[in-house]
């Protein structure tokens, strides 16, 4: 006999899941206390690094119904949460979604709920890439310094270079500029 799960989360421990167990129980679904999995977790933090859903995953079998309130309950983007249902889905667990109608995600309508949510998450992954390299293109047409300052002046480079010459250590000469090794390392790649 299938058994239903609810999996409930919140970014912050201040927090409460509450309301969203509340929510399941209006919306008609009865979850068992003991099968209702709640923490406090980031929603940065994929499905499958957090602790309370690695137990969700060691409970939940095949045939079994796993009840959230919202997609973003289940992964921090379109991708991460189609990754979780697909992993769900290939385990035999049936995922529904409140906040899409109850829907089933891993039925037909829910495969495609998935994969139009996806669609729209890469086109505004797309439009951001475009707008970001848009955005560089032109600060470096207008002479913008790109990037992170470097540590070591003009007049520095020359002083690094100078001890290199000299015999000194890369170690040595990082330490005397307070700077790391890599970086003086890059100024000597820099200079042949």
Same mark, same amino acid.
Request: net charge positive; no cysteine; aromatic share 4%.
């Given at each position: 006999m299938?058994?239903?799960? =609810?999996?409930?989360?919140?970014?912050? *421990?201040?927090?409460?899941?509450? /309301?969203?167990?509340?929510?399941?129980e209006s919306a008609g679904f009865v979850v068992d206390k003991k099968r209702v999995i709640s923490e406090a977790i980031s929603g940065s933090v994929s499905a499958?690094?957090?602790?309370?859903? =690695?137990?969700? $995953?060691?409970?939940?079998?095949?045939?079994?119904?796993?009840?959230?309130t919202k997609l973003d309950r289940l992964g921090r983007n379109a991708m991460d949460v189609r990754t979780t249902v697909e992993s769900l889905a290939s385990k035999g667990v049936r995922v529904h979604c409140l906040a899409l109608g109850g829907v089933d995600l891993t039925s037909a309508a829910g495969r495609m709920t998935m994969?139009?949510?996806?669609?729209? +998450?890469?086109?505004?992954?797309?439009?951001?890439?475009?707008?970001? /390299?848009?955005?560089? +293109?032109? *600060?470096?047409?207008?002479?913008? +310094?790109?990037?992170?300052?470097? +540590?070591?002046?003009?007049?520095?480079? *020359?002083?690094? $270079?100078?001890?290199?010459e000299e015999g000194a250590s890369? *170690?040595?000469?990082?330490?005397?500029?307070?700077?790391?090794r890599q970086t003086v390392m890059r100024v000597r790649t820099a200079a042949t």
């Open positions: 299938p058994r239903t799960f =609810a999996y409930v989360r919140v970014s912050t *421990a201040d927090q409460r899941t509450e /309301n969203q167990v509340r929510e399941i499958d690094q957090r602790p309370g859903f =690695a137990k969700l $995953l060691d409970r939940i079998e095949e045939g079994d119904v796993l009840i959230v994969q139009v949510l996806g669609a729209v +998450a890469e086109f505004e992954r797309d439009l951001l890439i475009e707008r970001t /390299n848009s955005g560089i +293109a032109r *600060a470096r047409a207008e002479g913008k +310094a790109m990037g992170r300052p470097s +540590a070591l002046s003009e007049a520095k480079r *020359a002083q690094v $270079l100078r001890l290199l890369v *170690a040595s000469v990082a330490r005397l500029y307070g700077t790391s």
